[in-house]
């Protein structure tokens, strides 16, 4: 299956993750990481995020980087959820930097860094 015919939102261990299907695909060919590879860093029980407030003042955006099989990913989402369901939305997907591989080393899995 091709990315242009793939999903747009998945749903693991009843959290949502949606994104823009041409964010997607144009996410893929700049940075070589598609947004449904980059869901899984949400699997890492080690991943490590902070908040991130230099892109955007009108949502609160965050940085996770997981493992993604032998992959340190960066993933920045936004929390569009509510009280009833827990739902974030992709922003962009990365390789992490070495300095971000060091804070999530550092992290010991620790949410909030």
Do not use: Q
């Amino acid at each position: 299956m091709t990315e242009s015919s793939g999903p747009t939102h998945k749903i693991i261990n009843g959290t949502e993750y949606h994104w823009d299907l041409a964010k997607s695909e144009t996410n893929a060919s700049k940075h070589k990481v598609n947004f449904c590879e980059a869901v899984l860093v949400f699997s890492d029980p080690f991943r490590a995020e902070k908040k991130n407030t230099k892109h955007s003042l009108s949502e609160s955006r965050f940085d996770s980087v997981g493992r993604v099989g032998d992959r340190h990913i960066l993933v920045v989402y936004a929390d569009v959820g509510d009280e009833d369901i827990e739902a974030f939305r992709l922003i962009s997907a990365r390789e992490a930097t070495p300095t971000e591989i060091k804070e999530y080393r550092a992290g010991f899995g620790k949410k909030g860094i």
